[in-house]
Nanobody, 117 residues
Framework: QVQLLESGGGLVQPGGSLTLSCTASGIQFSSYTMAWYRQAPGKERGLVAT???????KYEDSMKGRFTISRDNAKNTVFLQMNNLQPEDTGVYYCNANGVFAYENYWGKGTLVTVSS
């Protein structure tokens, strides 16, 4: 059974930082492209960042320079370091694992990040 378990969300003041973690089980983690998505209140889920099997990273434009995605294949874990958080970064952050085949697409249940003073 595939499981993606996110952690690290919480309440943070504007300008603050958080690091999210997502630990996977039931998949060959190193073979998957990993990603973080965000769903803000009242909005659709959107891509935040991806990291390929080889470590190539991509970011949504508004996150460039503030967010860093990384992975530790030995620990089956992907991270999202978020700096200079703003109220518009508030939302539920979801971990995604995407394999070679179309059916190899898995989601975590999400972790809530609230940026507020």
């Amino acid at each position: 059974q595939v499981q993606l378990l996110e952690s690290g969300g919480g309440l943070v003041q504007p300008g603050g930082s958080l690091t999210l973690s997502c630990t996977a089980s039931g998949i060959q983690f190193s073979s998957y492209t990993m990603a973080w998505y965000r769903q803000a209140p009242g909005k659709e889920r959107g891509l935040v960042a991806t990291i390929s099997r080889t470590g190539t990273t991509k970011y949504e434009d508004s996150m460039k320079g503030r967010f860093t995605i990384s992975r530790d294949n030995a620990k089956n874990t992907v991270f999202l370091q978020m700096n200079n958080l703003q109220p518009e970064d508030t939302g539920v952050y979801y971990c995604n694992a995407n394999g070679v085949f179309a059916y190899e697409n898995y989601w975590g249940k999400g972790t809530l990040v609230t940026v507020s003073s």
